[in-house]
Structure formats: structure tokens, C-alpha cells
């Protein structure tokens, strides 16, 4: 979802440009995040909320570079903006 912005990319600098921006938006929707679990859960279960969303980020993270690094040979930057945008997309349509 974030990810789709930088399809758009033009080059290095605009593509530079714009996940920038995406790592913006990311760093604030992050703490944000942690805020919202820590008030929904009572003190005993947020430990465990709050270590599944830190993991689960860690995870998304290393499953962005690896199919970055699998896709970008293949069909270069946009190419791989588009895969791990459809990425973003399925794993915010899971059930959960």
C-alpha cells in the first residue's frame, strides 16, 4: 500500500523522493501503532501485543527485501515497487 506511491517513480532521484516520503508516513502510522495496542490491551497482554507487532514489522521488512532483491534483476526498480506493493496489499487483506 505504501509501496504504490513509488511506482510511480521516474529515476533514482524521484524514486528517492518518494520513498522517503513512504518512510515517513511509515515512521508515523509505527508509533502510532504501539500507542493503540498499549491502551486496547490490559497491562498482562500487552507485552505480547506489543512483541507480535514489533515482529511482524521486522518480518514485512525482510519479506520487502527479499522479493526486492528477487525481482529487481528481473525487471528493476519498478518491477519491484509493484511486487511488494501487491505484497502490502495481500497482507492487509488476511484475515486477522
Not at 14 to 20: D, E, G, M, V
Amino acid at each position: 500500500m505504501h509501496h504504490g506511491l513509488c511506482f510511480f517513480a521516474r529515476g533514482y532521484l524521484s524514486a528517492l523522493i518518494l520513498y522517503t516520503l513512504v518512510a515517513l508516513a511509515i515512521g508515523g502510522s509505527y508509533t502510532t501503532g504501539l500507542m493503540l495496542l498499549s491502551e486496547h490491551y490490559p497491562p498482562h497482554r500487552r507485552g505480547l501485543a506489543t512483541g507480535l507487532y514489533i515482529a511482524s514489522s521486522s518480518l514485512a521488512y525482510v519479506l520487502s527485501l527479499s522479493l526486492s532483491g528477487l525481482t529487481i534483476p528481473a525487471g528493476g526498480y519498478r518491477l519491484s515497487f509493484f511486487v511488494t506493493c501487491l505484497a502490502t496489499v495481500l497482507g492487509a487483506s488476511c484475515p486477522g
